[in-house]
Nanobody, 123 residues
Framework: QVQLVQSGGGLVQPGGSLILSCAAS????????IAWFRQVPGKAREGLSCISISDGKTQHEDFVEGRFTLSRDDAKNTVYLQMDSLKPEDTAVYFC????????????????WGQGTQVTVSS
């Protein structure tokens, strides 16, 4: 059974940085992808960035390109989302998700989800 455990998040001032982590367990192959999404009340879950574990290819939505960066620690089966130059509109609950296959920014692609973590950008 695939499990995802998130950590990180919290309160940060505009222009600041945060790093979120997502530790995956239960996969028996490296042909899977991990993605990051966020959600604010009343809106659909929004895809941000994803990585295909087998080849390291990444994909980012245009509005986070240059501000959000993915990295990985294969020994820990963990993917990190480094978020820089944060804006108040980045305030949301952030989720990681994983499933077999390649990177996708469509929420429906993923069957396994982390518990979510609140990110608040405010002065």
């Amino acid at each position: 059974q695939v499990q995802l455990v998130q950590s990180g998040g919290g309160l940060v001032q505009p222009g600041g940085s945060l790093i979120l982590s997502c530790a995956a367990s239960g996969f028996t192959t490296d042909f899977y992808a991990i993605a990051w999404f966020r959600q604010v009340p009343g809106k659909a879950r929004e895809g941000l960035s994803c990585i295909s574990i087998s080849d390291g290819k990444t994909q980012h939505e245009d509005f986070v390109e240059g501000r959000f960066t993915l990295s990985r620690d294969d020994a820990k089966n963990t993917v990190y989302l480094q978020m820089d130059s944060l804006k108040p509109e980045d305030t949301a609950v952030y989720f990681c998700a994983a499933d077999l296959g390649r990177c996708s920014l469509l929420a429906a692609t993923y069957r396994s989800w982390g518990q979510g973590t609140q990110v608040t950008v405010s002065s």
